[in-house]
C-alpha cells in the first residue's frame, strides 16, 4: 500500500513498546570470495589448532581447513590433559589425530611440517609415513623433535628413512630440525643444496657422515649442533661460505675447525678444545662457555683461532695459580673492543685477581670491559700491601664495569692498574654482592662497608672525568 514503509530484504521487522525494530541479519562471510592464495596467505599465519576452529564460523569454511599450509602437531597440547603422558593411549590420540589431519591435506602443498612427541618404538612406522608426507607435500621447512623427557642412558634413536635423503626431497628443503634420531646417509647422497638452517640436537651420526652432509650444504647460512657426540673432530674442510651463525654445544669431539668465511657469530658450550676459525675473517661476536680455563691457553690460542673477533665473552671455571702474575708473550686480539669475563675463581686464588690485567695487554684497543666475579673473597682489610705491575696503555677503555664486586685485595689490585692506565675512561660501574649467609641487616652492613672501599681507594686515583659509580 502507498505510505506504508518497504521492508528490507535484509532486515526483519518486530514490535516492541509499540515501535519498530529492525533486526539485521549476519552477512555473509567474504573470505570464500577471496582469491585462493590470500586464502592461503591468512591461514598460514594461524597455528594448526586455530585454524581448525574457522569452521565454527561457517560451513563453508569447513573446507578452507585444506589450505593450511603449515603443519604443527605437539603432543603436549593436542593430547595434554585428556590422557596421560606417556600411556599407550596418549600415544595412540596424538596418532590418530595427526593422521586425521593429514587425510585432509593428502596431495597439497605443505611448506612447514613439525612433529613435537617423546620418541617411542612403537612409532616408527607412523613417523616413517609422516616422513613420506612431508616428501610427497614438497615440504621447504621441517622438524621432528623426539627428545624423551628423560633422555640420558637411551642410545635408541629414530633412523631416518630413505625417503628423506633423496636428491628430489633434499633439494626442496630450506630447514632441518632434528632431535633424537639417527643419520646414516645413503652411497649416493647429493646433499641439501638449498638448506639454510640445521639444527642438531642429541643425533647420531658418525664424523665422516657428519663432515659428508655438511659439505654438502653449499647455501648453509645457521647451524647448531647440540649433545651430538662424534667422539672424532668436527670439522669441514669444504668451503660453507655462506655460513652466518655457529653454535656448538655439550658435544664429545676432540677439536672444532670450520672453512666459513662470511662467519660472523660463533657460540661454543663445553669442554676447552682445539678451536680453528681463521678462515672465517668476518667473524666478529663470539660466545665460548668453557668447563675450564687457563690464562695462558686463553691468550696463547684464542688470539690465534679467533683473529678477528671483536666482541668476547668468556664464561669459564677460571684456576689462577701461576708461577708470574702476568702471560709471557701473550697473542693479540688486533681487533676486541669488547670484552665479557665471567670467571668463576676459586677462594685460594682471589689473590691473584690481578693476573687478568694479562688479557688487558692482549687486548690493546679494548673499549668496553665487563667483569663478573661469581666467587668468595674478604674485603681489604686495610694493612695488606697492594701489588702494582708495569704500566700498559689502555688508550680506548671508555667503560669498566664490575659486577661482584667484594671489595678484595684482589680485585683492588686490578682496578687500580686498568684506571691508572686508562686516560680517557669515561665510567667506572661497581655493583657489590654479599656472599655470606647473613640477614638483611647483615648484607646492608656488608654492602655499605665495600662501598666505602671502592671510594676511598679508587675515587682518589679516577680521573676528574671518569665517573665513579658505586651502585
Known sequence: MEGMPRRSSTAKSSVCGGKPICKRRRPKSQFLNLPEDIQCKVLSELALKEATRTSILSSEWGSVQSLHPRLRFDGATMCGGRTAAGSKEYTQEFVQSVNTVLQKHNGMFVEDFEVKFEF??????????WIRFAAASQTKNLAFDLVPDEFRGCSDRYLLPAELLDCRTTSRLRSIQLSFVSIILPPRFNGFPNLRKLDLHLVHVTAKDFQDMLSSCSNLEWLSVVRCHL??????DHPLSCLLHLHIAHCEITKIKFNAMKLKTFVYRGECLPIDLSQSSELKDVHLYLDDLTLDHALTTFPTALPTVQSLTL??????????LLVQNPGKFSQLKYLDLDLMIIHEDAGNILSLASYLRAAPLIEKLELHFGSFALPYNGWEPIRSLPGCRLNYLKNLNVMGFMGSTGQLEFLLHAVENAP????????????FNVDHQGRTYFTEMVREIGIKHLGERVLPTTKLCVL
Request: net charge negative; glycine share 0%; with cysteine.
Open 120 to 129: 617411542d618404538r612403537e612409532l616408527v612406522v607412523h613417523l616413517d609415513n
Open 424 to 435: 680517557v675512561l669515561e665510567v667506572l660501574t661497581l655493583d657489590p654482592a654479599c656472599r
Open 231 to 236: 667422539d672424532d673432530e668436527l670439522k669441514v
Open 315 to 324: 664464561k669459564a671455571l677460571a684456576p689462577l695459580k701461576m708461577p708470574r
